[in-house]
């Protein structure tokens, strides 16, 4: 079994930080990509931020310059860093990586369960 446990969200006021954080945990051999996504009800989720095993990264054009996405490779877990929120960054997180459980198998695509970020006043 594999487990992805986010934290980290909550209320915050417009032009305020966070940091979400996501642990994977249970029978992983390696983990390639760790990403961030979000969705808001109505919508489809939407890719936040991705960043592979070796540290390559990429952003929604909405958050660059914004949101840092950082990896522990050791720990087996992805932050985003969240700095000048706005109102339109309310959504529910979902932390996703693409992890190869055994030598013969290929990469999955897990998720977490998701963390509710709302900026409001």
């Known amino acids: 079994q594999v487990q992805l446990v986010e934290s980290g969200g909550g209320p915050v006021q417009p032009g305020g930080s966070l940091r979400l954080s996501c642990a994977a945990s249970g029978s992983i051999l390696s983990i390639n990509t760790m990403a961030w996504y979000r969705q808001v009800p109505g919508k489809q989720r939407e890719l936040v931020a991705g960043v592979t095993s070796g540290g390559s990264t990429n952003y929604a054009d909405s958050v660059k310059g914004r949101f840092t996405i950082s990896r522990e490779n050791a720990k087996n877990t992805v932050y985003l860093q969240m700095n000048s929120l706005k109102p339109e960054d309310t959504a529910v997180y979902y932390c996703?990586?693409?992890?190869?459980?055994?030598?013969?198998?290929?990469?999955?695509?897990?998720w977490g369960q998701g963390t509710q970020v709302t900026v409001s006043s």
């Open positions: 996703n990586a693409d992890i190869k459980r055994t030598l013969w198998g290929g990469y999955n695509s897990y």
